[in-house]
């Protein structure tokens, strides 16, 4: 079974920087496209990066220039760095396979005070 273990969140003032990481278990980490989904109060859950097995990326438009995904398949870890963050980045972030998700891990709380 897949599990999906998020951590690094954490309260954090606008323009300032996170890294988030989320251990994978249970499934071959090295053929999978994996990406970080955010849900924000109130809002659907959302993809915000991705990145295939062969570390091409893909950024919504939101956070596009900011945050950057990578992946590191000996570790069978995927990361988020967030940098020059604002306020309307405040939920939860979660990992999880790109097609075929998984059952969702506990995600890791990100909250940007302005």
């Known amino acids: 079974q897949v599990q999906l273990v998020e951590s690094g969140g954490g309260l954090v003032q606008a323009g300032g920087s996170l890294r988030l990481s989320c251990a994978a278990s249970?499934?071959?980490?090295?053929?999978?496209?994996l990406g970080w989904y955010r849900q924000a109060p109130g809002k659907q859950r959302e993809l915000v990066a991705d990145i295939t097995r062969g570390g091409r990326t893909n950024y919504a438009d939101s956070v596009k220039g900011r945050f950057t995904i990578s992946r590191d398949n000996a570790r069978n870890t995927v990361y988020l760095q967030m940098n020059s963050l604002k306020p309307e980045d405040t939920g939860v972030y979660y990992c999880?396979?790109?097609?075929?998700?998984?059952?969702w891990g506990q995600g890791t709380q990100v909250t940007v005070s302005s």
């Open positions: 999880n396979l790109v097609i075929g998700l998984a059952s």
């Open positions: 249970g499934l071959i980490f090295s053929i999978n496209a």
